[in-house]
């Protein structure tokens, strides 16, 4: 049977390429999103869309009665630590009662599985060594505490109601699409500033080490997950188990940025980067472990760091014109 995919979030980062995906796989693919950090233009013509809050259950539930989804691929949701910090409420709202809604409707639509975006960088806490999914969970900020509430009602979904339920922790992703507005998302901050001309800042001594994870290895370990045979509740990390300190990538890009331009025989004068203040709260150090992946879903990151670095530069020069008029470059 070929499978009907309902994506929430999907006209954002992560959503729109897992949604690109679903089409090379020649599925039926819907989205659902309230545009709140998404744009329509990460989307292909004729993916039907549904502008929907998914706190709005209601919404929610016509949604599903129209596109009857087999699978969903939940990615719709606040994303940013700092936001849930100043107010955990908001978070709740949109990462716990939303997600609440798509998996009610879920379950009254008779949906098969069900795919949850998590995050590896915020639930295990500081690791100076790969961590696998067995390690305690220890998130210190509401969006990690709604994202681990997450997953605790994925498994109360697969019990009661024998949905197939995948949480997919997630490493630091990044690539084409990513907004590079954001406090999150240092690849695409950096490769904004530098290709607009202006010094990267780097937060206190760069010693903050993270799994970059390329956003297509991320889509194609949706598609697995929704394709898995595992029963029940399963969580899997999504990251390369290699760590990367903030000064070391940002010299990776300040390098991608200028094979790529130095390619199109463009004049490479970069600035160089500045110190700022360090980040309050930031963790040391986050690697994941993704054996678990590799053995039961067949997943391994395939885009080194350098490579998915080069395409992100050339993605963002063949959009400046875009990010410009955005105000972003
Ligand atoms: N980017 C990362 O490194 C990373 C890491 C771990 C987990 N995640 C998770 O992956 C998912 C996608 O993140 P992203 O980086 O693509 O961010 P994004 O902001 O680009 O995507 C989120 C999408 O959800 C939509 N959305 C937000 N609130 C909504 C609501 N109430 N109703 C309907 N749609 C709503 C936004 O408009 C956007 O299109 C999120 O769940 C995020 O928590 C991302």
């Known amino acids: ?86 107010d955990p409420v908001a978070d709740a709202r949109v990462n716990v009662l939303g997600l609440l809604n798509v998996l009610e409707a879920s379950v009254r639509h008779h949906v098969d599985s069900f795919v949850f975006a998590s995050s590896g960088g915020v639930l295990y806490g500081d690791v100076y060594e790969p961590a696998s999914e067995d390690r305690p969970l220890a998130p210190v900020s509401p969006y990690g505490i709604s994202k681990l509430t997450g997953e605790n009602y994925l498994r109360f979904y697969a ?6 339920c995948l949480a997919l922790r997630y490493g630091n992703v990044y690539g084409p699409r990513q907004d590079p507005f954001g406090e999150a998302g240092v690849v695409a901050i950096f490769i904004q500033r530098l290709l607009s001309g202006r010094e990267p800042v780097i937060n206190g001594d760069g010693k903050y080490v993270r799994d970059y994870v390329f956003v297509e290895d991320v889509a194609r370990a949706n598609l697995l997950a929704l394709n898995s045979k595992c029963g029940g509740f399963r969580a899997y990390n999504i990251g390369t188990g290699r760590g990367t300190d903030v000064n070391e990538l940002e010299s990776a890009i300040r390098s991608a940025v200028q094979k790529v331009l130095g390619a199109e025989s463009k004049r490479v004068d970069l600035p160089l980067p500045r110190h700022g203040p360090p980040r309050p709260g930031d963790l040391r150090s986050s690697i994941l472990d993704c054996t678990r992946a590799k053995v039961e879903l067949g997943w391994a990151a395939g885009v080194p760091l350098e490579e998915g670095l080069r395409r992100t530069v050339e993605w963002f020069l063949s959009h400046k014109e875009s990010c410009a008029n955005a105000g972003a470059l």
């Open 1 to 86: 049977m070929k499978l009907r995919v309902l994506v929430t979030g999907g006209a954002g980062f992560i959503g729109s390429h897992v949604v690109d995906k679903c089409l090379e796989a020649g599925y039926y693919v819907a989205v659902v999103d309230d545009l709140s950090t998404g744009k329509l233009e990460n989307l292909p013509k004729g993916v039907p869309f549904y502008r929907v809050d998914v706190v709005d259950a209601d919404g929610v539930n016509e949604v599903f009665a129209q596109v009857r989804p087999t699978s969903v691929i939940h990615m719709a949701a606040q994303i940013s630590v700092s936001r849930s910090v100043r």
């Open 159 to 164: 019990n009661e109601h024998g949905m197939r």
